[in-house]
Structure formats: structure tokens, C-alpha cells
């Protein structure tokens, strides 16, 4: 204690992953004989509780610390065995003439087949751990003795998260020009027009013509997080419990994918321009309110008559209702530049995001759910318990929206009137469909009763 009214915790935390030694590393690229070995992740950490009244009324409380990540599993195993060496992973292509037969086990390498030139990856020499700083600033104030306010901010920054660059990616060789249709009808016109940097010129184009793609996981994603939460807590009294509250947020990266597995190919509309990835992120959610509530209906309680104390007193209402923004939606297009490095809508393989609109530009309907509970225990005696439950999920049946169509335009090539043919980003009209209203946490409406037996 700093003060009697003051409480300071800190602390320090060092982590360090140790990663296994090269198996496989290809004497044509050094970097697949080594793995990540970042020994510098040292995380401080501190909190502090200040009654800033000295009368155990109004309080204010804060903390910040960085913390580290991991590196994925599936990348340090891509980094152990994709690496192009003899021994490592290879891939095959064979049609249904010459096909092996299940299951064969190869001893020699098949024939009879195509040999793609492989693809391989590595570490950047200079990738470090991802890391996170949190902090967070608070202050409460007590209403009553039994309810409270609070407001809080909430900080959060991420640096060095993963990116996937390809290596063997020659730096745009081309600018070209693209039509912007202003309908998808046949009579459709040319709305507007923009130029983008292209890559052409097929896998001949490639610097290292022994490989295919060369993905390097690079720490250079960086991710910002705020937000204002306001919150009302009452504690049990008089038979009424709830908490509730409101989140005000914004959340910005470029491009943090969040990915389970390593991507086999650009995480980037263009690898070489990751500024102008940054936008909203996935989890961007800018409103959000959350009530749940705990009712003892006031029904017979003061009834002396053993039947209405058994029956009718003591029932419990309890309910969770929940309302925020809709998630965020890239708008996508479908198709490839004809004559590209490799297939994507520039030729380089990376993401087929419309080009001149940021990310998570859109967002999906908002998300409105409502669950009740109705409750009543019955006692047996003195050691047995009888839990009567009737509950609904979603109890007005409100179609909320996890997953909609996310391709806006196709690309295709267009001759306008007087003009020679050209790529067009032709728009859909299926963009922002709903395709699913359901997931893990919210579906359509379900009841269900329950009797519960305790002893």
C-alpha cells in the first residue's frame, strides 16, 4: 500500500519460446534453416486501486501491461517441413487416367503425374513475438448500498501480428486501366474508371524460377483498440438484481487475418502497400448493450398458507437481453486478371478485396436477442431440492444476421462503345444477402422446460 487509500501492484514477466531446430532446410534458401529465436520479450505489468474519497465511495482504478502471443503451430510446422528440400512436403497432380490407386504408398516419385514447382516457406530473420498492450482506466462511484456506476476506458495495441508476404513476387510491372460498370445488365455503362498496380507476366515473371510462391511470415500487422464502457451494477436487494452495460468501441487494423493456419498465399490486396490495408478490424463492433436481470416475484411472499408458499410464492424471472452494430463486411470481387503472376484480381495472388473501397466498409443487420428464464425451486424436506426451469432463447424470433453474400462486383472483361476490351468490375446483385441467421450463440427462437433434481 502506497497510501492507506491507495493500493499499487506491479510486476514483471518474461516469456520466451524456445522453437526446435531445423529438419529439412534447403541449402538453395538459407532462411529455412532457421526458426524464430526472439529472447526479448519482457512484459511489465501494473495496477492500481485509489478510494478517492477515503470513504470506500468513489474509486478509481487502472492497470496497463504488455503481453505476448504465440507463433501458431501450423507456421512452425510449415517452417519445419515446406521448404522445398528433399524430404518435405510435395505436391501432385494427377487426372483420372494415370491416378494412383488407394493406397498406394509411394517408395520412388510418382510418375504419370504433374509436378508443380514447389512452393515454400520461412520465418522473416527479423520476425518477433506478437505482442499486446492493455490498460485500462476506470471510475466507480456507489449509489446506494447496493448499486453502483462505472465508467471505463479500455486500450489495447498489437504489434509484430502475422503477415504472409510472397518472396518470389516481383514488385508490380504494370499500371492498369479498369472499368467500373454501373449495372450488371447487359446495356450496362462505364460509370467510372481507375488504374492499379498490376502484377503480369505468368510464372515466368517469378524471380526464382525453382520455386513456386516463396510465403514469408512477417510481424508487421499492427492493431489498435478503444472503447468507453459504461456500466450500472445493483447488487441482490428487495428482490431485484441487474447489470447492465453500454460499450462504445473502435477497433483498426491492417489486415489481422486471426488465422488458425498459415496462408499459402498474400495476405494483402498488394503485399507491398500494407498502409492501405488499414481499416475497421473483423471484431469491430461500435455499439453494444448487454442488460441481465434477476426478478423474486413479489407474488404471495407474505402468504402464511403452506400451499401458496409451496406453489405460487417464490418464483425468479431472470433474462439477458442483448443488442449491438451488425459485424463488419469487406466487399470482395470475384475473377482474375488474365496474364497475372499468379491468380487474383492484380495478379498477385493476395486478396480479392474491391481495390478502391477500404475493408469492413459495410456491415451486417444489427443483432437483437432476448432470452427469459421463469423458475421455481421446490424443497423436499431438508436434503432434497426439485428445480422447476422453463426457458426461451430468442424469445421474439428475431432474424439476426451472422453471414451475408460478400462478393459485390465479378471481373470481367468489357468493350465500351468505341473502346477496346478491358477489365470491368461488374457489380452483383446478390452483395449483402443474408446466407445464414444462426451460430454457436444465437438462433431461432427455442424453449425448452427442465425439471432439475438435487440432493
Known amino acids: 500500500k502506497v497510501r492507506p487509500n491507495i ?104 510418375t504419370g503425374g504433374t509436378t508443380p514447382k514447389p512452393s515454400i516457406f520461412y520465418f522473416d530473420p527479423d520476425i518477433e513475438t506478437p505482442e499486446i498492450r492493455q490498460g485500462d482506466l476506470a471510475i466507480e462511484r456507489e449509489i446506494t448500498p447496493s448499486m453502483s456506476v462505472s465508467v471505463s476506458y479500455l486500450y489495447s495495441h498489437g504489434e509484430h501480428l502475422p503477415f504472409f508476404f510472397d518472396a518470389n513476387l516481383p514488385p508490380s510491372n504494370k499500371l492498369q486501366e479498369f472499368l ?27 524471380p526464382n524460377q525453382a520455386f513456386d510462391r516463396i510465403i514469408v511470415q512477417k510481424g508487421a500487422v499492427t492493431s489498435t483498440y478503444n472503447a468507453l464502457v459504461f456500466q450500472v451494477n445493483k447488487r441482490l436487494s428487495h428482490g431485484i438484481q441487474f447489470l447492465a452495460h453500454y460499450t462504445l468501441s473502435k477497433a483498426e487494423d491492417t489486415n489481422q487475418g486471426s488465422t488458425t493456419f498459415t496462408s499459402g498465399s498474400p495476405t494483402a490486396l498488394n503485399q507491398f502497400d500494407l498502409p492501405a490495408e488499414r481499416g475497421k478490424s473483423n471484431f469491430n463492433v461500435r455499439n453494444r448493450f448487454i442488460a441481465s436481470f434477476m426478478w423474486e416475484l413479489p407474488i404471495a411472499e407474505h402468504n402464511e398458507n403452506p400451499f401458496v408458499k409451496a406453489v405460487i410464492a417464490g418464483w425468479k424471472l431472470n433474462g439477458i437481453v442483448t443488442l449491438q452494430d451488425g459485424g463488419p463486411v469487406t466487399g470482395f470481387v470475384s475473377g482474375n486478371l488474365t496474364g497475372g503472376v499468379t491468380t487474383s484480381l492484380n495478379g498477385s495472388g493476395g486478396v480479392n478485396r474491391v481495390p478502391f473501397e477500404e475493408r469492413n466498409l459495410y456491415k451486417r443487420p444489427a443483432l437483437q436477442n432476448f432470452d427469459l428464464r421463469l423458475g421455481k425451486e421446490f424443497r423436499v424436506k431438508e436434503r432434497y431440492r426439485l428445480n422447476l426451469i422453463a426457458e426461451a432463447f430468442n424469445l421474439f424470433n428475431h432474424t439476426n444476421s451472422f453471414a451475408v453474400t460478400t462478393t459485390k462486383y465479378d471481373l470481367i472483361t468489357f468493350t465500351p462503345t468505341g473502346g477496346v476490351a478491358t477489365p470491368a468490375f461488374r457489380p452483383r446483385t446478390d452483395f449483402l444477402i443474408l446466407n445464414s441467421a444462426q451460430s454457436t450463440l444465437y438462433r431461432e427462437r427455442q424453449m425448452q422446460l427442465a425439471l432439475r433434481f438435487s440432493f
Not at 29 to 37: I, S, Y
Not at 41 to 49: E, H, Q, S, T, W
Not at 180 to 206: E, K, M, N, Q, W
Open 180 to 206: 467500373i460498370l454501373d449495372s450488371a445488365l447487359p446495356t450496362a455503362g462505364v460509370a467510372s474508371r481507375i488504374t492499379l498496380p498490376v502484377f503480369v507476366g505468368g510464372a515466368a515473371a517469378r
Open 7 to 110: 493500493t499499487l501492484n506491479y510486476g514483471v514477466r518474461y516469456e520466451f519460446i524456445k522453437m526446435p531446430h531445423a529438419i529439412l532446410p534447403n541449402l538453395l534458401v538459407a532462411e529455412t534453416g532457421q526458426l524464430p529465436d526472439d529472447k526479448n520479450n519482457i512484459g511489465p505489468r501494473v495496477g492500481i486501486a485509489w478510494d478517492l474519497f477515503n470513504d470506500r465511495k468513489t474509486v478509481i482504478r487502472g492497470g496497463y501491461g504488455i503481453y505476448y502471443g504465440r507463433i501458431i503451430n501450423s507456421a512452425v510446422f510449415n517452417g519445419l517441413t515446406v521448404t522445398g528440400a528433399t524430404g518435405s512436403s510435395a505436391n501432385y497432380t494427377f487426372s483420372a487416367a494415370n491416378g494412383p490407386v488407394y493406397p498406394i504408398k509411394f517408395t520412388t516419385l510418382p
